[in-house]
């Protein structure tokens, strides 16, 4: 049973006949019951559920990240959601059954800041070394602003996220666990501004080997 919280003009929760009222971010809204399928399992809704399955599989490890490096694109869904829907869009790659990821066209960050620079980025040692061009003063980009890294090891089905050093530093060596030893890693490299208001594309650096 549906109730009616604010008067008759006002948002319901729960199901009246065949609307069911909801509230998402202080949003009212209402929405249809879904209708019976008579074959929910179309060759195009399994192509549709193959590559929803994937990307989320991809982009779940990085989660903490995406909340930071999509907040300005949500509208009206989750930064999580806007990241999903990116990638589906533009990221999926093959055909059915055999989709695969192009991790390169993944963004775990959007925005209008100026991105990373001439960035490099080698792994030695349990170590991984990057390095980049301070770019400071193209368009908004300063050098306080902070260079945030995502390494995502598909392997173990994780990522290391780290806060590293200024734009202007030019340089950052973070630790890789030693049993990530032998597994390719996509790292991801963006920056955000020091009031946190602007942030930039990330970049992709795919199937590096991490040593």
Not at 37 to 59: C, D, E, G, H
Not at 163 to 186: L, V
Request: charge should be positive.
């Amino acid at each position: 049973m549906g109730r009616i919280k604010k008067g008759i003009l006002g948002g319901f929760s729960g199901k009246v006949g065949t609307v069911v009222g909801a509230n998402w971010k202080r949003i009212a809204y209402m929405r249809s019951l879904p209708q019976n399928v008579k074959n929910p399992r179309t060759l195009a809704q399994q192509r549709q559920r193959s590559k929803f399955s994937l990307v989320v599989a991809l982009l779940k490890p990085m989660l903490p990240f995406l909340r930071i490096g999509w907040k300005f694109y949500t509208g009206r869904q989750s930064a999580f959601n806007a990241a999903t829907s990116y990638a589906l869009a533009n990221a999926v790659t093959g055909t059915f059954p055999d989709f695969q990821i192009d991790h390169a066209k993944v963004l775990t960050s959007r925005g209008n800041l100026p991105p990373i620079a001439n960035a490099t980025a080698q792994s030695a040692t349990g170590t991984l070394t990057l390095t980049w061009q301070n770019n400071s003063g193209v368009g908004s980009a300063q050098e306080t602003d902070q260079l945030h890294i995502v390494v995502l090891n598909p392997a173990k089905d994780t990522a290391l996220i780290v806060e590293g050093d200024n734009r202007s530093q030019e340089t950052q060596i973070i630790t890789i666990p030693t049993a990530w030893n032998g597994d390719k890693a996509h790292i991801y490299l963006s920056f955000i501004s020091d009031d946190a208001k602007e942030v930039s594309n990330s970049i992709c650096f795919d199937n590096v080997t991490i040593r």
